[in-house]
């Protein structure tokens, strides 16, 4: 997609499965497995998306996927496909890894960042891209790096640290301009500090919503994964966000979603939906 000067590509680190009941909060089975379909052991499949920005003179990456660094049994408790080619996925439109300029971790749970760093044969995690600056709210990073029973399993903070160890990670304190026409601003609720990502270029707008709205199938309001921290603030912004996208014909890109962006719609009902595919 072209938004003027503006080039925005999504870029799938394969996909993975998670439970479908933890995937949809209170939501019963019988409702939710109408539009995702489980298998044998529960799972929903959900791919992970990320998003290629080229400005004038940047190339941004938001979230780094799953990674090739995967701890031993977790591509096979986690029904992986495909993850760890984010490289050669980002190669096939001529970038290479070290083209990334900034690398933006909405938040930092593994199957967001762990493709930030690889894990080399003699045990030392080094940065996947080596040239990037890594755009991470502090509240974020320091929750990764000190999680707790309830947070542990969903950050691999042995991952992380190298990367401060670098220098290579700023440290964001709220919303900002990442370049023109693009910018951040926390959302919480799946996380106290996650963030989205606007891209607003030539009269359009497009929305990387993160774990806010993971898949189209969470596009109602109280279709909220067990995950988040603060289901509250998750509502809240749905609702102060869903309707303004519909209204104003944001394209949302779900981090979830094998059909990653589309234009939104409310109906009578106040429902919202999605109205139109990005090709
Ligand atoms: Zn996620």
Redesign the pocket.
């Known amino acids: 997609m072209k938004l003027g000067e503006i080039e925005l590509h999504i870029i799938q680190d394969g996909s993975f499965g998670l439970d479908g009941g933890a995937m949809f909060g209170i939501v019963p089975r019988p409702l939710w497995s109408r539009t995702k379909v489980p298998d044998t052991a529960n799972r929903i499949r ?1 791919s992970l998306n990320c998003v290629l920005v080229r400005t004038a003179d940047r190339t941004i990456l938001v979230e780094a996927g799953l990674g090739r660094s995967l701890p031993p049994g977790f591509g096979e408790h986690l029904a992986c496909e495909e993850v760890g080619r984010l490289e050669e996925r980002l190669a096939e439109l001529d970038v290479g890894a070290a083209d990334v300029d900034v690398l933006i971790l909405s ?1 930092l ?1 593994f ?2 960042a762990g493709g930030a760093t690889w894990l080399a044969e003699d045990g030392r995690w080094h940065p996947t891209f080596p040239n990037a600056e890594v755009w991470v709210q502090r509240g974020e990073w320091e929750n990764a790096c000190r999680p707790n029973e309830r947070t542990r399993a969903a950050y691999r903070p042995e991952s992380l640290r190298p990367l401060e160890a670098e220098g290579r990670v700023r440290f964001l304190d709220g919303p900002v301009r990442v370049a023109p026409g693009v910018r951040l601003e926390v959302l919480g609720g ?1 996380t106290p500090h996650m963030m989205g990502v606007w891209v607003e270029a030539a009269g359009a707008t497009v929305f990387f919503a ?2 806010l709205v ?1 898949t189209t199938a969470h596009l109602r309001y109280p279709y909220i994964a067990a995950y988040d921290l603060d289901p509250l603030t998750t509502l809240e912004t749905k609702q102060r966000l869903l309707p303004v996208a519909a209204r104003e014909g944001w394209w949302w890109i779900f ?2 979603d094998e059909r990653p962006m589309a234009r939104l719609e409310e109906d009578e009902k106040g429902h919202i939906r999605p109205c139109e595919e990005a090709r």
């Open positions: 959900l938040h749970h199957d967001h799946h993160s774990d993971p981090a979830h």
